[in-house]
C-alpha cells in the first residue's frame, strides 16, 4: 500500500515514520508548501519523495491512501479531493471545521466505497482501551460522570480557540467510552490574548443523566491531564501524566436507601475499598493506529474511529463555540 | 462579650471552643433541638449552658452575640429574631437561603446598629490570606482567570446540592481574591442519588474578561483541593492538602506582539521562570474570625466577611440553581 | 484495672487518654516532676490524681499498672520499682538504655509473674498488621530487603543521638515483620550540631540474605516517612505520609536463569505487573495497643511486644552506637 | 576532528548522535565486535565507517579522538593503546575497573599530552549545574551531608554489582560539588539473585563532619532519583524524575544556643521560610560535554572531569567494593 503525506509541521513526521515503517506499507510522497521541509524529510528517509505542490499527492495514480495533517480548516478541501480521486483518507483531528464537510466528506466515501479514518491517536493507547475495556465490562456499573481536565502553558493557535486545540482529545475519549449519543452541550470561556478563548469549559449532557465535563486552558503554569470516571460500582482516576501507574480504580462509592422507618429519610451509606492501578499495555498509539487502518482497508472494514466518530466530535466542538459566544446558552443536539 | 450558640452538631463545637478561649468571651449558652448534645457539650465545658429551646439564646438578657450554626434554611429565622431581640449574630455559610432573605437581615442590622459576621472561614486562612496580598499587590497582573476544584466522595445533604453545601468555600474567596462585580452565571450538574445535584460546575463572568470556575462534586474518589489563578504576569496554585507548600507561584507567562513585518502575524513568546513557595502563617482561621469578630463589634466596625459579603455569595448561589435548573442558560447578576 | 502513669510531657496526655477511656480501666494517679503538668492534666481530666513524686505512683496500693513515659535514660529504674512493688509495666520505647538493663527487668518481671509491654505502638497501626500479615501469608516470597527512611527536620533530643529517637519505630517494625534474629549491624553517622549524632545509617544484616536498612536524620527540609520492602515474588511500598493509599503491593520481581544454550551466561527476566493499594483498617494504634495489653494482663498472656520485643531493638540500637563510634564497623549480635 | 568510537550497545549510539553534529567534528569510524551493529549505525548515519575490529580504530592515522563506549573491564587496555597511538580518550564511567589501572591511564596522557575526559554526564545537566553553584556562592552555607537514592527494576549486570553499575553518577556528583577529598568509606549490601551485590549502602567520610551517603538497589519496585543536601544555612531536595521543578531549595535550618540562664542547657532553635524552585537550563547533558571535550583539546586545556576525577570515584568504588566484602569494614582513603 502507498502512501501519500500533505504537511510535514509537527505531526507529519510522526504520521509519515509509522505509515513508513509498517509492514506492507510504504510512504512514498510527502507534500508541504513550506520548501524547508525537504532537508528534514530527507534526512530521515532519504527515499521518499518531496514536493511542495500537494496535488502531486492527490492525484498521484501511484498512491492509494493520502494522510491530511493539516490546519483544520484545510481539511475538506485535502480530503473531498483525495476521495475524488479514489484515495483512502487519514485525517487529522478534528475531521473537519463544520458538520456540513464532515457529512459530505462521509458522504462522498461511502459513495466511491472509500475508508476516512480520524486521527483520535489517544484511542489507540493503553490507557485509553483498558478505560474502555473496563467501562464495557461493566466494572463501575452505570455511568454517573466523565471529567476531564487537560491544561497547560500554551500552544496558542491562531485560526482556532483552545476548545477546538484541545477538547477533541477528550471528546473521542468521552465518545468512545460513554457510547451514547449526546443531547445537548453548554461551554462557557473567555479570551484574553490573541481574539480566540483560551480558557474553557464545556459541559455535555447525555441520557440516563451521564454528564461530562471538559475544563481546557492554554494559561496554566502546570500541566494537568486528568480524567476522572464517576460510576454506580467505582471510580476511575486516569492521570496521562503518570509514567506507571496510569489508572487508578477506587472501589468505591455511595449508596442511598429510604429509612424504614422513616420513608421521609434517605439513609446514606459510603463504601470504601481497595486502590487497584491495572498494568497498562505500552504501545506507540499511533503504531496501533496506522496499522489498523492499513487492516481496514485490506480487509474492507469501516474502522471504529471512522468519519461518523470524527462527525460526533466536530458535531460537539462545534455546538460548544455556538454556545460559548451566547455565554453558556445550551446548544440541542 | 456573651455569647450564644444556637446548634451544636458539626461545626457547632468548633465555634464554641474558639468564642469560649478567646479573651473577654465568653459562651454562656448553647442550644440544640437533639438533646443529645448536652452530654457532648458538657464533657467538654463543664460550665456553658445547654438547651433544646433555641428562644432560651435569642431571647436571652444575658447575651449579646449570637452564632448560628444551624442549616442553611433557618438561618434567616434565627438571625432575623436575634437581631430583633438587640443581638450580634454570627452566620454559618451560606449566610441565607435566598437573596431576599440575606437583604433583610442586612436591612435589620444596620438599622440596629448591630453587626453580622457570616462565617467564611477560609477567608482567614493563612493560604487565603497570602494570596489576597499577592494579587492586591499585583505580584500576578491583571488576572485572567479563577479556576476551583473542590471534589471529594460525600458529604451529602439532603436539603441543598452540591453547589450550596461545597461552592460557598471558593466563591467567597474568589469573591474576596477578585473583588469586583460579577456580571453573569452559568451552572450546569447532574442529579444521581438523591434528587439534588452531586455534581455541578459554575462559571462566574466578571468585567474585564476575568472568568471563574468552580467544579464540585460529591462522587470523587479522590479529595481534591485545588484552585489554579492566572495572571498577566505570574500564576498561581493552591493546593490546600499540601501540608507544606500550600500555594506556589509561577514566574510564567504569555505575551502577543504583532509581527512588525507581518500585520497580520502574531507573535506568542512564553516566559518560563523560577517557582516560588512563600512560607504560609500557621494560623487556626477560625480563631482569627471569631477574636475579629468581637474586635469588629468593640470598635463598632464592619467586619469585611459582614452580611454583604455573605449577600455577594448567595447572590450567586441563587443565579446557579436558577442556570442549573435551565441547563445553563446565563443568569445576569 | 486501675493505672498510675508517670510522665506528662509530649506523649504523657496520650497514654492517660486511652487508658483512662478504655472499658473496665481508670487511670487514677499521674505523676510529673514538672508542676505545671498539673493544671493540662486537671483541664481535661478533673477526676486523676496529680503528684510530683513518682513514688506516690510506684508504692501505691491501688494501682495495677504503670505506664512509664519518661526519657529513655530513667526507664530502668522506674520500670524496676514498679515490678518490686508488684505492678505491670508499660513502658515507652524505647524499652531501656542497654541490653543489660532490659534483661534484668525481663527476668524480674517473669519471677514475678508480671507482664511489661514496650509502647511500640506502629505494631498497631493498620499499615503494619497489613504488612505483617502480607509477609506471614508469603504474598511478597522469600524477602530480600527492608529499606526504610525517616527523616524530618529536628525534634533535637540532648539526651539520646538521632538513631536512639527515630530508629527505634524502624527496627521495632522490622523485628515484626521480619521475625528472625539479626546477625549484624553496622552503623554510620555524624555530629553537626549538639554532640551527638544527628544523621545516622543503619544495616542489619539476617539469616538467609535478608538485609535491612533505616536511614534517619534530624537535618533533612522535607518529611519522609517510606520504606521499600522487596520480596522474591512482591514488592512493597509503605509511605506513611499518604492519607489514603499508604501501603502499595506491586506485581514486579526479577528472575534469573542460565541460558541453556550457554551456560555460563545468566539470563534476566522482568515480570511488571498491576498495582494495589489494599484498604488499610483506620484505628488509632495506640487504642488497640493499650486495649490490648489490659487483655494480656486479664488473660495472663505475654504480649508479642513484651520485654523480649523492647530488648531486641535495644540490642540493635546498642550495636549501632557501638559501631558508628568506629566509623561503621560490623557488631555481631 | 575526527572522531572513532568503540562500543555501540546501549550507550554508543548517543555518543556518535553527538560527537557527529558538533560543528568542526566527524565520526568517522565505529567499532564493535556485534556484527549486527552495522545496520542500525548504518540505518541513521549512512555515512559513518564500521568495523568489528576496535584495532581499526585503535591505530587509524585519520582519527584524533577516541571515545571508549565498553563494558568497564576493557576500558584500561582500550583507553591505553589509544593513548599510545596518540590518540585523546573518552572513557565511559566507570573510568577504569582499579585504581593502579587508573594511575597508568593518567600517567601515559600526561606523558604524551593527550587528554582524558570521563563520561561523567551528569556533570553537565542543568540541575548538577546549579546545585553546583549554589554550593559554591555558599547559597546553603557550610555543607552537613549529602544523601543520595537511586533505585529501580534492574537492570542488572553480570560482570559489576550495583555499586559500579548506578554509584558512579552519585559518587561523581558528590565529588564535584563537596570538592573536598573524602576520608573513609563504609559500604554494606546484600547479593541476592546473580552473585553481585543488587542492593548497598556505601557511607563516604570527610573533613569537617560532611558525610556523604549513597543507596543503590536494583531491586526496588519504584524508581527513584532523589538527592538531599543539607547546609548549615538552606537546603535542597533535587528529585531528578520531575519535569519541571528538579530542585527545591528550601530555606531552613536548626541554631543551637546555649542557655545563658543555665550553661548546660542548650537552646534548639528551627527557621522555616519559603521554599524556592529556580528555573534549571534544560540542555542536552550530554551534547554540553561532547562540546566540551571538543573544546577542551583545542584550547589544550584539561577538562574538569579527566582522569584525575574519574580515578577520584573509581578509588571510592574499590574502596567500597573492599568493605563490603567484610560487611562495613571503614576503608581509609
Known sequence: MRIGVIGYGYWGPNIVRNFHTLDNTEVILVADRNPNCEMRLKKTFPSIGFTTNENDVLTSPNIDVVAVVTPVWTHHELAKKALENGKHVFVEKPFTYSVAQAEELIELADRKNLKIMVDHTFLFTGAVRKIKDLVDKRELGDLYYYDALRVNLGLFQHDVNVIWDLAPHDLSIMDYVIADKP??????????????????????????????????????????????????????????????????????????????????????????????????????????????????????KNPFNDGAAGLRVVRILEAANRSIRSRGEAVTL
Open 183 to 300: 443531547e445537548a452541550v453548554v461551554a462557557t470561556g473567555e479570551k484574553h490574548l490573541n481574539g480566540v478563548e483560551d480558557v474553557a469549559f464545556i459541559t455535555v449532557y447525555f441520557p440516563k443523566r451521564v454528564i461530562a465535563h471538559v475544563n481546557v486552558n492554554w494559561l496554566s503554569p502546570v500541566k494537568v491531564r486528568t480524567t476522572l470516571i464517576g460510576g454506580e460500582k467505582k471510580m476511575l482516576v486516569w492521570n496521562d501524566l503518570e509514567v506507571d501507574e496510569k489508572i487508578r480504580i477506587y472501589d468505591k462509592g455511595v449508596s442511598m436507601s429510604t429509612n424504614p422507618a422513616n420513608l421521609h429519610q434517605l439513609l446514606v451509606s459510603y463504601r470504601s475499598g481497595d486502590m487497584w492501578a491495572p498494568q497498562v499495555e505500552q504501545v506507540e498509539a499511533l503504531r496501533a493506529e496506522t496499522s489498523y487502518f492499513v487492516k481496514c482497508i485490506e480487509e474492507n
